[in-house]
């Protein structure tokens, strides 16, 4: 009798552990599964290449120069910010910097501001070193695609405009999984000058 109520306990042991594995096996594919599902919503929600945005990157400089008519483009940056995809869009004029945020799906203007310029930058100097057009650039989106070539894989979440020393050029931030790649395009030829890695 003892023999056989050992050998019960033993066989409800073995049953037991082997359904608690199951379940464990169960609860970790759906974590995987769930895991998996996560990373693609984040990409989509992430990437800005493959979206059109109601906001075009000119259209974005324009509302610049429509909130403040003096201001001269110096800078753009498009990434995601509080869940929406934002514009900062930064101009100066011989007095003052400004810096406005537009919603890049709807077109809002969620803010705006002018800041004095230092004593040194003001009088034009500023203007002259920073300020740039949009003209003869490649466009944001043959700017994402070569980059994206260039890559092999990934997606786009950050794409920045600015002038250095009478060079204008992007900065391209691409996610390939956990790894984050920088590159800095020449605005005018599309040439790759840089590549970063984080």
Do not use: H
Not at 74 to 83: P, Q
Not at 99 to 119: F, P, Q, R, Y
């Amino acid at each position: 009798m003892k023999r056989y109520l050992l050998l019960l306990v033993l066989l409800t042991t073995v049953l037991l552990v082997a359904c608690g594995n199951n379940a464990t096996d169960k609860q970790t594919g759906t974590a995987k599964e769930n895991d998996s599902e996560n990373a693609v919503k984040n990409t989509n929600e992430e990437q800005i290449n493959n979206r059109k945005f109601k906001v075009t990157l000119p259209k974005a400089v324009d509302q610049l120069k429509e909130t403040y008519s003096s201001a001269s483009l110096t800078g753009v940056e498009l990434e995601k910010d509080w869940g929406n995809f934002v514009y900062e869009v930064s101009g100066v004029d011989d007095e003052r910097s400004y810096k406005v945020e537009i919603n890049a799906e709807t077109g809002e203007l969620m803010s705006k501001k002018a800041k004095k310029l230092d004593k040194e930058d003001r009088g034009g100097v500023e203007k002259q070193q920073d300020s740039f057009t949009l003209d003869d650039l490649m466009t944001m989106d043959e700017v994402m695609e070569l980059t994206l070539k260039e890559a092999g894989k990934g997606y786009v979440t950050q794409l920045t405009l600015e002038k250095e020393l009478d060079f204008r050029f992007y900065e391209i931030t691409v996610m390939d999984g956990d790894k984050e790649s920088t590159y800095k395009i020449d605005a005018k030829t599309g040439k790759v000058l840089e590549v970063e890695e984080d």
